[in-house]
């Protein structure tokens, strides 16, 4: 008989212990799926709600935005130095301020959310959100007639609305204007046609511009574009050619389209980048997702106002054909974009992709693009951006404010933040043309289950006669 050393006895038995548990588990194990199910009915395991969504549902949550939105946003001017409300201007001072919430009730940022709220509003017939837009810009517009009937009030810039009486920047101006208008189209009061004037020879006449008439700025370099400036400036123009019928806005807003494409559109990814400087030799190209939100964004409010025999339209319209068709191409499978468009190890983005959403939806809901290519990509669109606003109606993900940069490390580590308020406008606008897309498009998102007509739903075995 073989000797076995003590030490490798008890080895061997640990051994012959460890291969009869394993046994023991692989045998008690369940199988990793139902092996009665057959394969073509078996689910998928997505980590993002699929599927078309309600009506109601995506009603659900724009409310919780509004709510919050509602309650954080007070719109009424007060004492800095007692805290009390305002309500005879003629009691104000220099210590007179906007009540403060959690945002801004001047910024471009809020000239989307009150451009988001009109559209709520009109897509569901829920006058609180139109009232929202309107109570705030009256409280502005008498704010501003107030200061300029009493500059001396003003001298150093300190009222609520010096941003407003004094622009500095297209930020200041473009989305606040393009806001205004849509409101005053609406209520044709003229109550907001002063605060329009003002903007609009700001955009029009007053900021920096290339020889060609680029609008541009001078930081961080000289002679600089920012891809964030066509949104800027754009819609205002636009909707300003609509509220008057001068061919020359929309003649400025369609070169502004084309002058900064040609510079700034990388044809081969469909994608445009977010800086460019006169005085590169070579154009760094990074393809920051919100900023190309700002632009396809641009080319759809574009659209909707632009005359079709305007010689720009064609141009315009493929211009955003081709940026829709590259923003497509690089949709991650959970339906977010990446922080840096093409580069999958940046993080997912909130405000980018519900600009993405509205803009695509609009462009569906248009005709600009095809609704059969393009409707289920945007509904996955709208399921994501839809887990990122949470029950107290804040939208997370959105990365906050973003200068420019030409070094990826600026991208890739920007925080996101609740309080960056670039995400809310666009949720809210998201949301509203997806409503409206449901509502006239019936749309299909895979082969699978049911086609959406009218005023039924038929499964593809009774309208084609297959399984």
């Not at 194990?29 to 993002?48: F, Q, R």
């Not at 003229?190 to 020889?211: A, C, N, Q, V, W």
């Not at 289920?376 to 994501?384: E, T």
């Not at 973003?402 to 890739?412: I, K, L, S």
Request: glycine share 8%.
């Amino acid at each position: 008989m073989e000797f076995i050393p003590f030490r490798n006895w008890l080895k061997r038995l640990a051994l012959a212990i460890f291969g009869l548990h394993c046994l023991g588990a692989l045998a008690q194990e369940k199988p990793a799926t139902d092996v009665t199910t057959p394969l073509h009915l078996m689910k998928p395991d997505y980590p993002i709600p699929y599927g078309i969504p309600e009506e109601a549902e995506v009603k659900a949550v724009l409310d919780r935005v509004y709510n919050y939105l509602n309650e954080v946003t007070p719109a009424k001017v007060v004492d800095s130095k007692t805290g009390q409300e305002v309500k005879d201007f003629n009691r104000i001072n220099r210590d007179a301020m906007l009540e403060q919430g959690d945002f801004r009730l001047t910024s471009y940022e809020w000239g989307v959310t009150y451009a988001g709220m009109l559209l709520v509003g009109e897509a569901t017939g829920d006058s609180r959100y139109t009232g929202y837009t309107e109570t705030r810009l009256k409280l502005l517009a008498d704010l501003t007639n107030f200061y300029r009937k009493n500059p001396d009030l003003d001298v150093d810039r300190s009222s609520p609305v010096h941003s407003v009486l004094h622009p500095h920047a297209l930020d200041d101006a473009g989305a606040m204007c393009a806001a205004m208008i849509k409101a005053e189209r609406d209520k044709q009061n003229g109550s907001l046609r002063p605060m329009i004037d003002h903007f609009i020879d700001y955009i029009h006449t007053k900021e920096f511009r290339l020889e060609d008439g680029t609008l541009a700025r001078n930081r961080p370099h000289l002679n600089t574009l920012w891809l964030d400036d066509l949104f800027m400036s754009v819609p205002a123009l636009a909707q300003m050619g609509k509220l008057t019928g001068d061919v020359k806005y929309y003649d400025d807003a369609v070169r502004q389209v084309l002058q900064f494409s040609q510079r700034m559109f990388n044809s081969e990814k469909g994608l445009y980048m977010h800086g460019w400087v006169q005085g590169m030799e070579v154009h760094p190209q990074f393809h920051w997702a919100r900023a190309n939100g700002w632009a396809v964004m641009t080319l759809a409010e574009l659209l909707e106002v632009l005359p079709k025999d305007h010689a720009g339209y064609a141009d315009v319209l493929g211009q955003l054909q081709a940026h829709v068709a590259g923003l497509a191409a690089y949709q991650h499978g959970t339906g977010f974009w990446h922080q840096l468009i093409d580069r999958n190890d940046t993080y997912l983005e909130t405000s980018a992709t519900a600009i993405y959403a509205y803009s695509i939806a609009r462009a569906i809901n248009r005709g600009y693009i095809d609704k059969q290519a393009y409707s289920g990509m945007v509904l996955l669109a709208w399921n994501a951006v839809s887990t990122k606003v949470n029950e107290k109606g804040q939208v997370l993900g959105t990365c906050v404010g973003t200068g420019m940069a030409f070094d990826p490390a600026f991208y890739y580590y920007r925080p996101v933040n609740p309080y960056a308020a670039h995400g809310y406008g666009p949720v809210l606008l998201a949301g509203a043309e997806i409503i409206s897309l449901l509502k006239n498009s019936f749309p299909k998102m895979n082969d699978s289950a049911v086609m959406f007509y009218p005023n039924e739903i038929k499964t593809d075995k009774q309208i084609f006669g297959v399984e």
